[in-house]
């Protein structure tokens, strides 16, 4: 079946730092992926939508400026989180949308530790 | 490999119904097995399920996990056009990474579900 990866799996980082996460479709081209985070109460917030070639869409609240996401290939999706927050610790999850439109296939997450 | 597997990929049934949902999994150091239900957006956090045996429950919603056979059901009872959606399992697991303890999460396919009226 289809297969997304995350990497890296687990990032420790200093306050003020930039860190970036990938997001690979292994076995299908994705021409739009997903960014998520999730909260300690298991819920996932959807932060931005990210189209192949264009710019991403992101959810009200979510600062653009912070968490810059580019979508350069059709298998490939960053998240850099820029000047990071003790706050911006999470679990950072993506999923990429299959061939068939309502597929949709998600990564095993990232865990950011900001210190 | 670890892996998580729903059945079936695909449900219909008529408002009223009782559907169950599958959830199968082979994972090396399984820590819980997660249920959201995804309509629009975000997927919505439905159940965490860590023990055998302990039914959890939510209104029409119930779930249980059988960590000797490596399954879990998600039961909706007496369903409405509201229920379809389309219902995620993804099981927690631990893994080492460099040295440090660190936890991901395998995800099903999904189980699509449709009610008609």
């Known amino acids: 079946g289809a297969v997304v990866s995350q990497h890296p799996s687990r990032v420790i980082c200093k306050s003020g730092t930039s860190v970036k996460i990938e997001c690979r479709s292994l076995d299908f081209q994705a021409t739009t992926m997903f960014w998520y985070r999730q909260f300690p109460k298991k819920s996932l917030m959807l932060m931005a939508t990210?189209?192949?070639?264009?710019?991403?869409?992101?959810e009200q609240g979510v600062e653009k400026d912070k968490f810059l996401i580019n979508h350069a290939s059709l298998t490939l999706s960053t998240l850099t989180v820029t000047s990071a927050h003790p706050e911006d610790s999470s679990f950072y999850i993506c999923s990429a949308r299959g061939p068939a439109a309502y597929e949709q296939y998600f990564g095993p997450g990232t865990r950011l530790t900001v210190t | 490999e670890d892996k998580v597997v729903q059945s079936p990929l695909s449900l219909v049934v008529h408002e009223g119904d009782t559907v169950t949902l599958n959830c199968s999994y082979e994972?090396?150091?399984?820590?819980?097995l997660l249920w959201y239900k995804q309509e629009k957006k975000a997927p919505t956090f439905l159940f965490m399920l860590t023990s055998s045996g302990i039914e959890k429950k939510s209104g029409r919603l119930s779930s249980i996990l059988d960590k000797k056979e490596l399954f879990s059901i998600l039961n909706i009872t007496a369903t409405q056009t509201g229920d379809s959606a389309v219902y995620l399992c993804a099981v927690k697991m631990a893994a080492l990474y460099y040295y440090r303890l660190n936890y991901q999460l395998i995800w099903g396919a999904g189980t699509k579900l449709i009610i008609k009226p």
């Open positions: 994972v090396t150091n399984f820590r819980s």
């Open positions: 990210s189209n192949e070639g264009s710019k991403a869409t992101y």
